[in-house]
């Protein structure tokens, strides 16, 4: 493993556990339809930071397997597998706009990386906010068996709190990113 490997595995590792500690310990959980909770929490931050830094291998799957083992170790167990799916998604879409489809890594021009960094993020959250309360759904009635109505209202749960979360971790990711940008990452290289 050479000294760049490394790197983006450390840094890939920080986002994770950042993902974590927002979840486990920085969560607000809001009382929902039929005795469920949504839950409010910045820890999309993190997987759309890791995204932009470290690209799909490192970066999607960081916030994924962060978010993953939130949910195990906070007792929501039959969470996890969707958990997974849909972090993994909003993360590789991030990923994907701003590396593939903008050139993040080629990009000079602060206002045209502070444009990417918000383009990313934003369709990143948007499309976390239709997918994510899809994959539950689809998890909850076909692998779960719950009836199809609280399936329902537990997904349209998710859509309203990744919504309101999003848009805390679009606007904290872009500030995050620009801080990094000028100090501690001022040098760092994209591969991705």
Not at 18 to 29: D, I, K, N, T
Not at 47 to 54: C, E, F, Q, T, V
């Amino acid at each position: 493993m050479n000294r760049e490997q490394l790197s983006k595995l450390t840094l890939a590792g920080l986002f994770a556990a950042m993902a974590f500690v927002c979840f486990s310990y920085l969560r607000l959980e809001i009382p929902m339809g039929l005795g469920m909770t949504g839950k409010f929490y910045i820890g999309h931050t993190f997987i759309m930071l890791s995204a932009l830094l470290l690209g799909v291998k490192y970066g999607a799957l960081s916030g994924a397997i962060g978010l993953t083992i939130g949910d195990i170790l906070a007792g929501y167990t039959t969470s996890a597998p969707p958990t997974f799916v849909a972090k993994f998604i909003l993360g590789a879409t991030v990923a994907i706009i701003a590396h593939k489809v903008f050139h993040l890594s080629e990009e000079t021009s602060g206002k045209k990386i502070n444009f990417i960094i918000l383009c990313s993020t934003i369709i990143g959250g948007v499309v976390n906010v239709i997918t994510e309360p899809l994959v539950r759904f689809s998890f909850k009635y076909f692998v779960l068996g719950w009836e199809k109505h609280v399936a329902y209202v537990s997904a349209m749960n998710c859509a309203v709190t990744e919504a309101t979360g999003d848009v805390f971790s679009v606007i904290l990711c872009f500030v995050l990113y620009n801080a990094l940008e000028r100090s501690v990452l001022r040098n760092w290289k994209y591969d991705v």
